[in-house]
Nanobody
Framework: QVQLVESGGGLVQAGASLRLSCAAS????????MGWFRQAPGKEREFVAA????????YYADSEKGRFTISRDNAKRTVYLQMNSLKPEDTAVYYC????????????????WGQGTQVTVSS
């Protein structure tokens, strides 16, 4: 297991950018696929992006392609989500998660979750 702590959320206007960070504890961070999910009020948690253990493969939900970029620094045990051109519909709690499976993009494939960071985008 790995412990995850997200940071970087906040209140921004539409069109702004934010970078979320997820710091992990544990020596096995570099072996995990890392993902970002989000949950808006009254909605189910949904996949946003994922990155392979090496950083060589990245996966995005269709609605985020071109606006969001996931990256990781294994030396710092941190995964990032750069979010550009934010829209009010991006408002949600953003969670990072760890998976032992490659290409993981389903909630059930992730075994460790952070507590989330709130992102609010005003129009």
């Amino acid at each position: 297991q790995v412990q995850l702590v997200e940071s970087g959320g906040g209140l921004v206007q539409a069109g702004a950018s934010l970078r979320l960070s997820c710091a992990a504890s544990g020596r096995t961070f570099s072996s995990y696929t890392m993902g970002w999910f989000r949950q808006a009020p009254g909605k189910e948690r949904e996949f946003v992006a994922a990155i392979s253990w090496s950083g060589g493969s990245k996966y995005y939900a269709d609605s985020e392609k071109g606006r969001f970029t996931i990256s990781r620094d294994n030396a710092k045990r941190t995964v990032y989500l750069q979010m550009n051109s934010l829209k009010p519909e991006d408002t949600a709690v953003y969670y990072c998660a760890a998976s032992g499976l490659p290409h993981a993009h389903e909630l059930s494939e992730y075994h460790s979750w952070g507590q989330g960071t709130q992102v609010t985008v005003s129009s």
